[in-house]
Protein backbone atom coordinates (compact mmCIF):
# COMPACT_ATOMS: atom_id res chain seq x y z
CA UNK A 1 0.00 0.00 0.00
CA UNK A 2 1.19 3.40 -0.58
CA UNK A 3 -0.91 5.87 0.61
CA UNK A 4 -0.14 9.83 0.59
CA UNK A 5 0.33 11.24 4.57
CA UNK A 6 -2.81 13.16 3.96
CA UNK A 7 -4.85 9.55 3.53
CA UNK A 8 -3.37 8.09 6.42
CA UNK A 9 -6.31 6.07 7.81
CA UNK A 10 -5.22 6.20 11.55
CA UNK A 11 -6.97 8.87 13.84
CA UNK A 12 -4.52 9.20 16.21
CA UNK A 13 -6.36 11.74 18.11
CA UNK A 14 -9.41 9.28 19.05
CA UNK A 15 -7.11 6.31 19.32
CA UNK A 16 -4.99 7.94 22.10
CA UNK A 17 -8.31 8.28 23.78
CA UNK A 18 -8.76 4.26 23.92
CA UNK A 19 -5.43 4.33 26.33
CA UNK A 20 -5.83 5.94 29.27
CA UNK A 21 -2.08 5.54 30.21
CA UNK A 22 -1.22 7.54 27.00
CA UNK A 23 -2.65 11.01 29.08
CA UNK A 24 -0.50 9.96 32.47
CA UNK A 25 1.91 12.74 33.65
CA UNK A 26 5.98 10.93 34.17
CA UNK A 27 7.74 13.83 36.55
CA UNK A 28 5.61 16.18 35.57
CA UNK A 29 5.67 15.68 31.36
CA UNK A 30 3.03 14.17 29.19
CA UNK A 31 4.54 10.74 28.79
CA UNK A 32 6.22 9.91 25.75
CA UNK A 33 5.75 6.09 25.32
CA UNK A 34 8.55 4.61 23.49
CA UNK A 35 9.06 1.16 24.96
CA UNK A 36 6.57 -0.67 22.56
CA UNK A 37 8.76 -3.44 22.54
CA UNK A 38 9.05 -4.61 25.46
CA UNK A 39 5.32 -4.24 26.48
CA UNK A 40 2.62 -2.51 24.70
CA UNK A 41 -0.17 -0.37 26.55
CA UNK A 42 -3.53 -1.29 26.57
CA UNK A 43 -6.67 0.22 25.24
CA UNK A 44 -10.35 0.39 27.18
CA UNK A 45 -12.01 -2.73 25.14
CA UNK A 46 -9.01 -5.26 26.88
CA UNK A 47 -9.33 -3.93 30.25
CA UNK A 48 -13.48 -3.46 30.05
CA UNK A 49 -13.17 -7.10 28.99
CA UNK A 50 -10.98 -8.20 31.89
CA UNK A 51 -13.60 -6.44 34.34
CA UNK A 52 -16.30 -8.26 32.51
CA UNK A 53 -15.00 -11.67 33.04
CA UNK A 54 -14.09 -11.67 36.64
CA UNK A 55 -17.25 -9.52 37.49
CA UNK A 56 -19.73 -11.45 35.30
CA UNK A 57 -18.50 -14.35 34.16
CA UNK A 58 -15.49 -15.97 36.33
CA UNK A 59 -15.68 -20.24 36.26
CA UNK A 60 -13.02 -22.45 35.24
CA UNK A 61 -13.61 -23.80 31.94
CA UNK A 62 -13.95 -26.95 30.13
CA UNK A 63 -15.00 -28.93 33.41
CA UNK A 64 -18.39 -27.73 34.91
CA UNK A 65 -21.67 -28.01 34.00
CA UNK A 66 -22.65 -24.52 35.37
CA UNK A 67 -23.83 -21.52 33.27
CA UNK A 68 -21.05 -19.98 34.65
CA UNK A 69 -18.34 -22.14 34.16
CA UNK A 70 -20.38 -22.94 30.24
CA UNK A 71 -19.96 -19.31 29.84
CA UNK A 72 -15.99 -18.98 30.52
CA UNK A 73 -15.95 -21.72 28.19
CA UNK A 74 -17.44 -20.08 25.39
CA UNK A 75 -15.82 -16.98 25.79
CA UNK A 76 -12.43 -18.64 26.31
CA UNK A 77 -13.17 -21.02 23.01
CA UNK A 78 -14.53 -17.87 21.35
CA UNK A 79 -11.25 -16.40 21.37
CA UNK A 80 -9.26 -18.87 20.38
CA UNK A 81 -11.75 -18.81 16.96
CA UNK A 82 -10.82 -14.77 16.81
CA UNK A 83 -6.96 -15.64 16.72
CA UNK A 84 -7.38 -18.66 14.19
CA UNK A 85 -8.81 -16.14 11.77
CA UNK A 86 -6.38 -13.22 12.77
CA UNK A 87 -3.32 -15.35 11.69
CA UNK A 88 -5.43 -17.59 9.05
CA UNK A 89 -4.72 -21.31 10.72
CA UNK A 90 -6.60 -23.37 9.06
CA UNK A 91 -8.61 -25.07 12.36
CA UNK A 92 -9.21 -23.95 16.00
CA UNK A 93 -6.92 -26.84 17.35
CA UNK A 94 -3.73 -25.81 15.76
CA UNK A 95 -4.10 -22.77 18.47
CA UNK A 96 -2.51 -23.69 21.81
CA UNK A 97 -2.63 -21.19 24.66
CA UNK A 98 0.72 -20.49 26.37
CA UNK A 99 2.06 -17.90 28.87
CA UNK A 100 3.65 -16.26 26.01
CA UNK A 101 6.90 -16.60 23.29
CA UNK A 102 9.11 -17.93 25.70
CA UNK A 103 6.46 -20.52 27.08
CA UNK A 104 5.56 -21.26 23.10
CA UNK A 105 9.34 -22.10 22.49
CA UNK A 106 9.78 -24.10 25.33
CA UNK A 107 7.16 -26.10 24.65
CA UNK A 108 7.98 -26.62 21.12
CA UNK A 109 12.05 -27.04 21.96
CA UNK A 110 11.57 -29.48 24.68
CA UNK A 111 8.30 -31.26 22.56
CA UNK A 112 9.85 -30.97 18.92
CA UNK A 113 13.12 -31.86 20.43
CA UNK A 114 11.92 -34.93 22.56
CA UNK A 115 10.40 -36.45 19.48
CA UNK A 116 12.28 -36.08 16.75
CA UNK A 117 15.77 -34.59 17.51
CA UNK A 118 18.79 -37.08 17.47
CA UNK A 119 22.42 -37.21 18.29
CA UNK A 120 24.51 -35.63 15.55
CA UNK A 121 20.96 -33.98 14.49
CA UNK A 122 21.28 -29.85 13.86
CA UNK A 123 19.20 -26.92 14.87
CA UNK A 124 20.02 -23.63 13.34
CA UNK A 125 18.73 -20.32 14.96
CA UNK A 126 19.91 -16.63 13.94
CA UNK A 127 22.36 -14.67 14.95
CA UNK A 128 19.67 -11.87 16.08
CA UNK A 129 17.81 -14.13 18.10
CA UNK A 130 16.29 -13.33 21.56
CA UNK A 131 17.72 -15.39 24.14
CA UNK A 132 13.98 -17.21 24.13
CA UNK A 133 14.91 -18.25 21.06
CA UNK A 134 18.28 -19.32 21.65
CA UNK A 135 18.34 -20.99 25.15
CA UNK A 136 15.73 -23.68 24.70
CA UNK A 137 17.42 -24.83 22.15
CA UNK A 138 20.70 -24.96 23.48
CA UNK A 139 19.27 -26.95 26.38
CA UNK A 140 17.08 -29.39 24.34
CA UNK A 141 20.44 -29.96 21.64
CA UNK A 142 22.55 -31.01 25.06
CA UNK A 143 20.18 -33.05 26.23
CA UNK A 144 19.15 -34.87 22.87
CA UNK A 145 23.04 -34.73 21.65
CA UNK A 146 21.94 -32.12 18.55
CA UNK A 147 23.97 -29.04 17.23
CA UNK A 148 23.03 -25.06 17.31
CA UNK A 149 23.86 -23.78 13.89
CA UNK A 150 23.48 -19.81 13.46
CA UNK A 151 23.40 -17.91 10.23
CA UNK A 152 25.24 -14.58 10.32
CA UNK A 153 24.02 -11.39 9.96
CA UNK A 154 26.69 -8.29 8.30
CA UNK A 155 26.86 -4.86 9.29
CA UNK A 156 23.17 -3.49 8.63
CA UNK A 157 21.67 -6.37 10.63
CA UNK A 158 20.35 -8.08 7.96
CA UNK A 159 20.73 -12.69 7.55
CA UNK A 160 23.18 -13.72 5.53
CA UNK A 161 20.85 -15.97 3.34
CA UNK A 162 23.49 -17.77 1.09
CA UNK A 163 25.20 -18.67 4.95
CA UNK A 164 21.74 -20.03 5.67
CA UNK A 165 21.58 -21.86 2.66
CA UNK A 166 24.96 -23.77 3.27
CA UNK A 167 23.90 -24.24 7.56
CA UNK A 168 21.44 -25.93 5.97
CA UNK A 169 21.83 -30.20 5.29
CA UNK A 170 19.90 -33.63 5.72
CA UNK A 171 20.73 -33.37 9.83
CA UNK A 172 18.45 -30.18 9.84
CA UNK A 173 15.67 -30.83 11.63
CA UNK A 174 14.43 -27.83 12.63
CA UNK A 175 14.74 -23.54 11.77
CA UNK A 176 13.70 -21.09 14.26
CA UNK A 177 13.91 -17.73 13.16
CA UNK A 178 12.96 -14.65 14.46
CA UNK A 179 10.32 -12.60 12.22
CA UNK A 180 11.33 -8.26 13.56
CA UNK A 181 14.43 -8.73 15.46
CA UNK A 182 13.01 -6.48 18.83
CA UNK A 183 16.90 -4.77 18.81
CA UNK A 184 17.45 -4.01 15.48
CA UNK A 185 13.83 -3.64 14.08
CA UNK A 186 14.96 -6.37 11.06
CA UNK A 187 12.32 -7.85 9.26
CA UNK A 188 13.31 -10.83 8.31
CA UNK A 189 12.13 -12.53 4.96
CA UNK A 190 10.66 -15.47 6.67
CA UNK A 191 8.84 -16.82 3.78
CA UNK A 192 11.83 -17.81 1.54
CA UNK A 193 13.45 -18.90 4.86
CA UNK A 194 10.99 -20.99 5.14
CA UNK A 195 10.86 -22.24 1.28
CA UNK A 196 14.13 -23.28 1.89
CA UNK A 197 13.97 -25.07 5.03
CA UNK A 198 11.00 -26.51 3.24
CA UNK A 199 13.10 -27.49 0.10
CA UNK A 200 15.69 -29.14 2.54
CA UNK A 201 12.82 -30.62 4.70
CA UNK A 202 13.13 -28.85 7.58
CA UNK A 203 10.56 -27.82 9.72
CA UNK A 204 10.24 -23.81 10.73
CA UNK A 205 9.46 -21.84 14.12
CA UNK A 206 8.89 -18.36 13.38
CA UNK A 207 9.06 -16.01 16.48
CA UNK A 208 6.42 -13.58 16.13
CA UNK A 209 6.69 -11.70 18.88
CA UNK A 210 7.84 -8.28 17.39
CA UNK A 211 5.90 -8.70 14.45
CA UNK A 212 2.18 -9.47 14.97
CA UNK A 213 1.38 -5.81 16.48
CA UNK A 214 2.92 -4.68 12.79
CA UNK A 215 1.90 -6.27 9.91
CA UNK A 216 -0.12 -8.93 8.90
CA UNK A 217 0.33 -12.38 9.41
CA UNK A 218 -0.90 -14.82 7.60
CA UNK A 219 0.40 -18.71 8.87
CA UNK A 220 -0.87 -20.68 5.89
CA UNK A 221 0.79 -18.21 3.59
CA UNK A 222 4.13 -18.48 5.27
CA UNK A 223 3.39 -22.13 5.44
CA UNK A 224 5.69 -22.35 8.62
CA UNK A 225 5.39 -24.76 10.71
CA UNK A 226 5.03 -23.04 13.60
CA UNK A 227 3.83 -19.70 14.88
CA UNK A 228 4.56 -18.12 18.82
CA UNK A 229 3.68 -14.49 20.08
CA UNK A 230 2.83 -12.87 22.88
CA UNK A 231 -0.48 -11.08 24.00
CA UNK A 232 1.05 -8.21 25.54
CA UNK A 233 2.96 -7.08 22.78
CA UNK A 234 -0.43 -6.72 20.95
CA UNK A 235 -2.37 -4.93 23.27
CA UNK A 236 -3.66 -7.81 25.36
CA UNK A 237 -2.66 -8.94 29.08
CA UNK A 238 0.47 -10.54 30.48
CA UNK A 239 0.74 -13.75 31.02
CA UNK A 240 -0.60 -15.36 27.95
CA UNK A 241 0.33 -16.33 24.56
CA UNK A 242 -0.38 -18.18 21.38
CA UNK A 243 1.54 -21.12 19.89
CA UNK A 244 0.43 -22.14 16.17
CA UNK A 245 2.01 -25.53 15.25
CA UNK A 246 0.16 -27.35 12.18
CA UNK A 247 -1.83 -30.02 13.08
CA UNK A 248 -0.33 -32.73 11.33
CA UNK A 249 2.99 -31.95 13.62
CA UNK A 250 1.52 -31.23 16.71
CA UNK A 251 -0.18 -34.28 16.65
CA UNK A 252 2.98 -36.13 16.44
CA UNK A 253 4.33 -34.71 18.98
CA UNK A 254 4.75 -35.74 22.70
CA UNK A 255 3.09 -33.63 25.59
CA UNK A 256 5.15 -30.94 27.09
CA UNK A 257 3.42 -31.06 30.88
CA UNK A 258 1.27 -33.35 32.24
CA UNK A 259 -2.29 -32.28 34.14
CA UNK A 260 -5.36 -31.55 34.25
CA UNK A 261 -7.60 -30.94 31.06
CA UNK A 262 -4.62 -33.07 28.55
CA UNK A 263 -5.90 -35.84 29.44
CA UNK A 264 -8.53 -38.26 28.02
CA UNK A 265 -8.09 -41.11 30.73
CA UNK A 266 -5.90 -41.86 33.88
CA UNK A 267 -5.25 -45.36 35.55
CA UNK A 268 -2.09 -45.46 37.60
CA UNK A 269 -1.17 -47.73 34.82
CA UNK A 270 -1.62 -46.17 31.80
CA UNK A 271 -3.01 -42.30 30.76
CA UNK A 272 -3.66 -41.43 26.99
CA UNK A 273 -3.70 -38.06 26.08
CA UNK A 274 -6.98 -35.31 25.48
CA UNK A 275 -6.85 -34.41 21.37
CA UNK A 276 -5.49 -31.07 19.92
CA UNK A 277 -5.22 -27.79 21.68
CA UNK A 278 -6.15 -29.74 25.06
CA UNK A 279 -2.80 -32.26 24.91
CA UNK A 280 -0.99 -28.64 25.22
CA UNK A 281 -2.90 -26.92 27.90
CA UNK A 282 -2.57 -28.89 31.28
CA UNK A 283 -3.85 -27.13 34.07
CA UNK A 284 -6.24 -24.01 34.34
CA UNK A 285 -5.09 -21.83 31.27
CA UNK A 286 -5.27 -17.79 32.27
CA UNK A 287 -8.89 -17.79 30.97
CA UNK A 288 -9.30 -14.06 31.93
CA UNK A 289 -5.79 -13.22 29.55
CA UNK A 290 -7.08 -15.23 26.74
CA UNK A 291 -10.25 -13.35 26.61
CA UNK A 292 -8.56 -10.50 26.99
CA UNK A 293 -6.22 -10.74 24.38
CA UNK A 294 -9.29 -11.88 21.76
CA UNK A 295 -10.70 -8.09 23.23
CA UNK A 296 -6.81 -6.96 21.74
CA UNK A 297 -7.67 -9.12 18.79
CA UNK A 298 -11.11 -7.10 18.20
CA UNK A 299 -9.92 -3.63 18.83
CA UNK A 300 -6.55 -4.38 15.81
CA UNK A 301 -8.84 -5.30 13.83
CA UNK A 302 -11.08 -2.54 14.22
CA UNK A 303 -7.74 -0.19 13.02
CA UNK A 304 -6.63 -2.64 10.25
CA UNK A 305 -3.09 -3.87 10.51
CA UNK A 306 -2.52 -2.12 6.85
CA UNK A 307 -2.94 0.85 8.04
CA UNK A 308 -1.09 0.48 11.50
CA UNK A 309 1.92 -1.24 9.07
CA UNK A 310 1.78 1.98 6.96
CA UNK A 311 1.58 4.58 9.61
CA UNK A 312 4.10 2.72 11.75
CA UNK A 313 6.80 3.07 8.36
CA UNK A 314 6.16 6.86 8.23
CA UNK A 315 6.86 7.43 11.78
CA UNK A 316 9.81 5.41 11.26
CA UNK A 317 11.31 7.25 8.72
CA UNK A 318 10.93 10.81 10.12
CA UNK A 319 12.46 9.11 13.26
CA UNK A 320 15.22 7.96 11.40
CA UNK A 321 16.01 11.16 9.91
CA UNK A 322 15.80 13.04 12.90
CA UNK A 323 18.22 10.67 14.61
CA UNK A 324 20.55 10.53 11.82
CA UNK A 325 20.88 14.01 12.19
CA UNK A 326 21.69 14.30 15.77
CA UNK A 327 26.34 14.61 15.61
CA UNK A 328 27.70 11.30 17.44
CA UNK A 329 25.22 9.26 17.50
CA UNK A 330 25.10 5.73 15.67
CA UNK A 331 22.12 4.12 14.74
CA UNK A 332 22.26 0.21 15.63
CA UNK A 333 20.62 -1.69 12.48
CA UNK A 334 20.27 -0.13 9.29
CA UNK A 335 18.43 -3.22 7.27
CA UNK A 336 16.72 -2.12 4.14
CA UNK A 337 13.15 -3.71 5.71
CA UNK A 338 12.88 -2.36 9.18
CA UNK A 339 9.67 -1.57 11.71
CA UNK A 340 9.52 0.45 14.04
CA UNK A 341 12.32 0.10 16.48
CA UNK A 342 15.13 3.31 16.83
CA UNK A 343 18.23 0.99 18.87
CA UNK A 344 20.97 3.77 18.97
CA UNK A 345 24.50 4.33 20.81
CA UNK A 346 25.70 8.35 21.47
CA UNK A 347 29.34 9.05 21.68
CA UNK A 348 29.91 9.90 25.43
CA UNK A 349 27.15 8.54 27.22
CA UNK A 350 26.10 4.95 28.76
CA UNK A 351 22.87 3.77 26.99
CA UNK A 352 21.52 3.52 30.71
CA UNK A 353 22.37 7.23 31.27
CA UNK A 354 20.23 8.29 28.28
CA UNK A 355 17.63 6.16 29.59
CA UNK A 356 17.79 7.92 32.81
CA UNK A 357 17.58 11.14 31.41
CA UNK A 358 14.65 10.72 29.18
CA UNK A 359 12.74 9.54 31.94
CA UNK A 360 13.31 12.27 33.80
CA UNK A 361 11.65 14.27 30.77
CA UNK A 362 8.88 12.00 30.99
CA UNK A 363 9.85 9.32 28.03
CA UNK A 364 10.03 5.94 28.24
CA UNK A 365 12.91 3.65 26.16
CA UNK A 366 14.84 0.92 27.29
CA UNK A 367 18.17 0.11 27.48
CA UNK A 368 20.42 -2.71 27.65
CA UNK A 369 21.00 -5.42 25.74
CA UNK A 370 17.54 -6.52 25.09
CA UNK A 371 18.11 -9.98 25.75
CA UNK A 372 19.96 -10.26 23.20
CA UNK A 373 23.80 -10.41 24.19
CA UNK A 374 25.00 -12.32 21.18
CA UNK A 375 23.91 -8.76 19.17
CA UNK A 376 25.53 -7.19 21.16
CA UNK A 377 28.48 -8.91 20.84
CA UNK A 378 28.33 -8.67 16.84
CA UNK A 379 28.60 -4.71 16.94
CA UNK A 380 30.94 -4.74 19.89
CA UNK A 381 28.92 -2.67 22.11
CA UNK A 382 27.57 -3.24 25.81
CA UNK A 383 23.87 -2.23 25.20
CA UNK A 384 21.69 0.47 23.16
CA UNK A 385 19.43 2.83 23.82
CA UNK A 386 16.09 1.70 22.27
CA UNK A 387 12.70 3.73 21.33
CA UNK A 388 10.20 1.60 19.75
CA UNK A 389 7.25 2.47 18.26
CA UNK A 390 3.51 1.70 18.04
CA UNK A 391 0.33 2.44 15.63
CA UNK A 392 -0.09 5.40 18.50
CA UNK A 393 2.62 7.15 19.00
CA UNK A 394 2.86 10.90 16.66
CA UNK A 395 6.17 12.39 15.32
CA UNK A 396 5.46 15.18 17.54
CA UNK A 397 6.50 12.64 20.14
CA UNK A 398 9.32 11.74 18.13
CA UNK A 399 10.39 15.36 18.41
CA UNK A 400 10.49 15.40 22.40
CA UNK A 401 12.77 12.04 21.99
CA UNK A 402 14.90 14.17 20.35
CA UNK A 403 15.01 17.07 21.72
CA UNK A 404 15.54 14.75 25.11
CA UNK A 405 18.88 13.52 23.40
CA UNK A 406 20.11 16.60 22.58
CA UNK A 407 19.64 17.34 26.64
CA UNK A 408 21.92 14.48 27.05
CA UNK A 409 24.32 15.61 24.98
CA UNK A 410 24.60 19.03 26.95
CA UNK A 411 24.83 17.01 29.76
CA UNK A 412 28.03 14.84 28.63
CA UNK A 413 29.66 17.39 26.28
N1 LIG B 1 11.17 -12.86 21.05
C1 LIG B 1 11.23 -11.56 20.78
C2 LIG B 1 11.66 -11.12 19.42
C3 LIG B 1 10.89 -10.62 21.75
O1 LIG B 1 10.95 -9.32 21.46
C4 LIG B 1 10.48 -11.07 23.03
C5 LIG B 1 10.13 -10.08 24.13
N2 LIG B 1 11.03 -9.03 24.26
C6 LIG B 1 10.42 -12.44 23.26
C7 LIG B 1 10.77 -13.31 22.25
C8 LIG B 1 9.97 -13.00 24.58
O2 LIG B 1 8.64 -12.65 24.82
P1 LIG B 1 7.95 -12.91 26.22
O3 LIG B 1 8.88 -12.31 27.26
O4 LIG B 1 6.65 -12.19 26.13
O5 LIG B 1 7.81 -14.37 26.39
Same mark, same amino acid.
Given at each position: ?????????????????????????????????????????????????????????????????????????????????????????????????????????????????????????????????????????????????????????????????????? =? %???? !?????? #??????? $? /????????????????????????????????????????????????????????????????????????????????????????????????????????????????????????????????? =? %???? !?????? #??????? $? /????????????????????????????????????????????????????????????????????????????????
Amino acid at each position: MNIPENKILIDIENIRKDFPILSTLVHGKPLVYLDNAATTQKPNAVLNMQNVYYKEQNANIHRGVHHLSETATFEYEKARGKIKNFINAADNKEIIFTAGTTAGINLVAHSFGKTFLKAGDEVIISAMEHHSNIVPWQMICEEQGAHLRIIPMNDEGELLLDEYKK =L %LTPK !TKIVSV #VYISNSL $G /TVNPVKQIVELAHRNGSKVLIDGAQAVAHTKVDVRELDCDFFVFSGHKIFGPTGVGVLYGKASLLEQMKPYQGGGDMILSVTFEKTTFNDLPYKFEAGTPNIAGVIGLGAAIDYINSIGLDAVEEYEQS =L %LEYG !TGLLRA #VKGLRLI $G /TAKAKAGILSFVLENAHPHDIGTILDRQGIAIRTGHHCTQPVMQRFGIPATARASISFYNTKAELDVLVSGIEKVKEIFG
